[in-house]
């Protein structure tokens, strides 16, 4: 072979700069491929229509880097989305990625998550987590990768961020209540904390797990952007429920009305005072 035909090997600069590149463009959501009508793109419901139809989406994006931080209810909120993203996926697996060894996989039936298919990586580090979760995106077997995380550095959310918009699986990265400053490239963010449950005859209802649940970042690719005359959308609220039966398999939750969601008057011949 002549050394014509040869392919100059790219310098460290070239690949530098290349890497910069990509950066700013997906920064500036020039690169993004998360459009609304892009047919590549595909969704899960959350379990509740209030909840998809606030994301332009209409559901949960599979392809992308997603943020959940809060207490314990954050943790069942990303179980009852793993369900959903592994059925979607025929039953593919889940990656599950944290330092701490306090994940019970006989309680995940409860969230619709068979333990046989859930596979647990235990890191030192965060930076030993991170590098678990950037080869499991990668591998395009899964159906979800998570990673408890207290701190991502900036350059290690863009590389999941790339590495989950190139090969479709999402990544979720699931953030104690009280963490470091929230990862930056992100699709969407999410804060969910638990709420008291309102009194209810416990004989005639089943156990039920109650959540507040905040969209507080959702990325608009320059498509949307351009419809929506905004880069983001207003952040989002809602106190859901979820029914926490054994036999329920589909996970939906139910979002509670609140009192903006009540009508403004009284009903007729009733005292609002009274």
């Given amino acids: ?43 899960v419901s959350l379990g509740a229509s209030e909840l998809d139809n606030a994301l332009p989406w209409h559901g949960f994006p599979t392809h992308g880097l997603h943020e959940i931080s809060g207490d314990t209810a954050a943790t069942g909120f990303v179980l009852s989305l793993l369900a959903r993203l592994s059925h979607a996926a025929a039953g593919a697996p889940v990656l599950w990625c944290q330092s701490g060894r306090d994940l019970y996989p006989p309680g995940l039936n409860a969230f619709g998550i068979d333990p046989n298919r859930l596979i ?17 995106v990668r591998s395009m077997a899964l159906a979800a990768v998570v990673g408890r995380l207290v701190k991502v550095a900036p350059i290690a959310a863009r590389r999941l961020q790339l590495a989950a918009e190139e090969s479709g699986v999402p990544c979720l990265i699931l953030r104690p209540k009280e963490a470091h400053a929230p990862a930056g490239t992100v699709l969407t963010r999410w804060r969910v904390t638990s709420v008291p449950a309102a009194k209810e005859k416990e004989a005639e209802t089943p156990w039920k797990a109650h959540w507040q649940v905040e969209l507080q970042r959702c990325r608009l690719s320059s498509q949307l952007a351009a419809t929506a005359n905004a880069t983001s959308i207003d952040s989002r609220s809602w ?10 398999e589909t996970g939906d939750l139910t979002v509670v009305a609140g009192l903006r969601d009540r009508p403004a008057e009284p009903p007729a011949g009733q005292d609002i005072a009274g």
């Fill in 120 to 136: 647990l990586a235990h890191g030192r580090t965060d930076t030993d987590i991170l590098w678990a979760l950037e080869e499991g």
């Fill in 1 to 43: 072979m002549s050394r014509a035909s040869v392919a100059p090997f790219p310098t460290t600069a070239n690949v530098l700069d290349d890497l910069r590149a990509r950066i700013r463009t997906l920064e500036s959501g020039q690169e993004n491929s998360l459009a609304a009508n892009d047919s590549r793109v595909h969704a």
């Fill in 239 to 248: 106190k859901v429920t979820r029914n926490m039966d054994s036999n329920n």
